[in-house]
């Protein structure tokens, strides 16, 4: 299968790969995927206090090239947006943009989980009430 | 050096130029029907048969009567256990073969069972042997047939045919081998591993595609096999439909330089896979998979845990490899016979097949280890498994979601 001049890219030059610290109240975590099924997303978001804006974002994904690109394509998107922005990406936007065919798609709905998953933690690390994940799949 | 590097010799291999060579004539020149015998176009195309039959029995030190040409291994394998199971219904409707043989082994079985048939799927070590005992143990009185693989397709594993041979004999069991892998690869002998019917094919020895054998034994004991394909009564009524003589004359000219270069390429190939497996195995985290004392000589395959498989082939799109995931033929679903050696998934979908042939050169290697070295090492510093890994998290601790 060919993949896409975007994911070729991103697989090439990931975005944002990296650890942020789990620990710290400013930043959620989103572990999704299982290694027998051939993918496994962790997403991170560090998160301005006084702003809500994401100000950083970083990944690390054990997967296929779709995968990976769409994982690094989310932690592009992330910065700079708020929160309730954040939570508006859905993953047909990453098929798009990355041009991913049919048998990929599950690449792209881990990564919008792997947004939301990391969202729900940070906002139960700040005391509030995780939101509810509708799955896409 | 060419790129992308050619290391699926177990998928096909490229043809032999001077196998090419004989084959041309038999497009433009001699394109007779073998079958006609009222004029010399028949004749000559009977005569390049003929005298590829031979070269192809000898291989696998038969007689050429005892050569049913097909169009491939899986034809041969279809015909070998649908044409048993059919011509020896009286004698009974068991059959015994192991659960990591090719699909065209599996697949044929699984269609008998639907006709009536009772099939005994034997399980692996973790090696990918199978023992002797298992098979003993396995045969009843209405057993019909074992069908053993010479060397596995996806670990070149090489089971103790021989011996296996020897049992079936004993016990008055036909004996019937895939040997796609190994006939030219290694010395195969029908008589010395006691073999009644042997499948396998030009494409996968530098011969062309669409051409493979069946053997058929004639003598102690006079083997038979029902045709699944009926027309003409050509291959001794056994497989109708005109010859494909050119992809004939190849298979036999296939046949006859496997038998002059076999050693030496096995011996060139076995150190050159050795050398590739070695600089792999300095990798943290790569194992191998399947029997290292027996296998075939130009086979490895490894798994590197914490990448996956089809990410790492994406990695290394400088060589042509096969993926243990199947996730490249759009199922999820890690290779069978890796599970069946009792792999993780995990470990299943991390890992690849080399298949080095007779136009590997030691150029190729060398760029091979250096590619899958750096792609395994930069898919590592990107897999959050391998952290977790690293700090000494056990992943079956964890609960994942399923997706």
């Known amino acids: 299968m060919a993949y896409s001049e975007k994911v070729v890219d991103h697989y ?15 930043v959620g975590t989103g572990l999704v995927g299982a290694p027998e099924c051939g993918d496994v997303m962790r997403l991170q978001i560090q998160v301005d206090d006084a702003t809500g804006v994401i100000e950083d974002a970083k990944f690390k994904t054990f997967g296929c090239g779709s995968a990976i690109a769409s994982s690094s394509l989310a932690t592009e998107w992330l910065k700079g947006k708020t929160i309730d922005q954040a939570l508006e990406i859905d993953n047909m936007d990453i098929v798009e943009e990355l041009a991913l065919p049919p048998v990929k798609i599950h690449c792209s709905v881990l990564a919008e989980d792997a947004i939301k998953s990391a969202i729900n933690d940070y906002r139960t690390k700040r005391g509030l009430e995780a939101i509810e994940v509708k799955s896409s799949h | 050096m060419k790129l992308p590097v050619y290391l699926d ?55 050429s009567k005892e050569i049913i040409i097909t169009s491939g291994a899986t034809e041969s394998n279809n015909l070998a256990l649908k044409g048993v199971y059919e011509m020896y219904a009286a004698k009974g409707n068991h059959f015994i073969t192991v ?28 090696d990918g042997l199978i023992k002797l005992s298992q098979i003993e143990e396995a045969i009843r009185p209405n057993t019909v047939l074992v069908s053993i693989m010479y060397g596995n397709n996806e670990l070149g594993v090489i089971q103790p045919i021989r011996e296996i041979g020897e049992l079936c004999k004993s016990k008055g069991v036909l004996f019937h ?17 006691n073999i009644d019917l042997m499948s396998f094919t030009a494409h996968k020895m530098y011969g062309p595609k669409g051409v493979g054998a ?38 036999g000219k296939a046949c006859e330089i ?43 395959n490894i798994s590197f845990k914490y990448v996956e498989g089809e990410g790492l082939m994406m990695g290394i799109k400088d060589i042509a490899v096969s993926s243990g995931s199947a996730c490249t033929s759009a199922s999820l679903e890690p290779s069978y016979v890796l599970k069946n050696l009792g792999l993780d998934d995990e470990l299943a979908h991390s890992s690849i097949r080399f298949g080095l042939g007779r ?45």
Not at chain 2, 28 to 53: I, K, T
Not at chain 2, 99 to 116: I, M, P, R
Not at chain 2, 177 to 193: E, L, M, R
Not at chain 2, 261 to 290: F, H, I, P, T
């Open chain 1, 12 to 26: 090439t030059n990931p975005r944002n790969i990296g650890t942020l610290d789990k620990g710290s109240d400013k």
């Open chain 2, 9 to 63: 010799n177990n998928a096909t291999t490229a043809v032999d130029p001077r196998v090419f060579e004989v084959m041309t004539p038999y497009f433009l020149d001699v394109y007779g029907n073998a079958a006609s015998r009222s004029h010399p176009f028949g004749w000559a195309a009977e005569e390049a048969v003929d005298y590829a039959r031979g070269q192809i029995a000898k291989l696998i030190n038969a007689n």
């Open chain 2, 99 to 126: 659960s990591t043989e090719h699909k065209a082994v599996l697949d044929a079985c699984k269609h008998l069972e639907k006709l009536g048939a009772e099939v005994t799927y034997l399980p692996v070590a973790e």
């Open chain 2, 177 to 193: 081998s895939d040997a796609t892998q190994a006939v030219g690869k290694i010395p195969v002998d029908v008589i010395a591993d």
């Open chain 2, 214 to 251: 069946l053997y058929v034994r004639r003598k102690n004991p006079r083997v038979k096999v029902t045709a699944q394909m009926d027309g003409g009564g050509h291959e001794r009524g056994m497989r109708s439909g005109t010859l494909n003589v050119p992809g004939i004359v190849g298979f």
């Open chain 2, 258 to 300: 496997a038998m002059k270069e076999m050693q030496s390429d096995a011996e060139r190939l076995s150190k050159l896979r050795d050398k590739l497996e070695n600089a792999l195995l300095q990798l943290e985290e790569a194992y191998v998979n399947g029997s290292i004392e027996n296998r075939l000589p130009h086979t490895t």
């Open chain 2, 359 to 403: 136009f590997t050169t030691e150029e190729e290697i060398d760029f091979t280890i250096d590619c899958v070295t750096t792609a395994v090492n930069k898919l590592r510093d990107m897999s959050p498994l391998w952290e977790m890994f690293k700090e000494g998290i056990d992943l079956k601790s964890i609960e994942w979601s399923d997706h």
